[in-house]
């Protein structure tokens, strides 16, 4: 990005493009990892699909039953396992 001099929107239309590219290749397996991580499958429309959770989490703390927060499970004893040092860096 440095080297082009693009914003993020600049980095992404490269992923509009036709044909293969590695910007395509990673969002790909980052969809994968998200749906398996969320129970959604591949026809799932995703914008649909979090609505309905959002509404039918919203239904379950309106009636007082347990909702569970996002992250890990409070009972993890070693959270750090569950990270990495790879990640992008602004």
Known sequence: MDENEWSLRELYRQSELPGDNPL????????VAVRAAYGMSADDEPLEWLLELNT???AREAA????????LPSDIGDA????SSDCVEL
């Open 24 to 31: 395509k290749a990673a969002q790909e397996k980052l969809d």
């Open 56 to 58: 039918t989490l919203a």
């Open 64 to 71: 007082g039953q347990p909702v569970t927060a996002p992250g």
């Open 80 to 83: 750090s396992v569950f990270f």
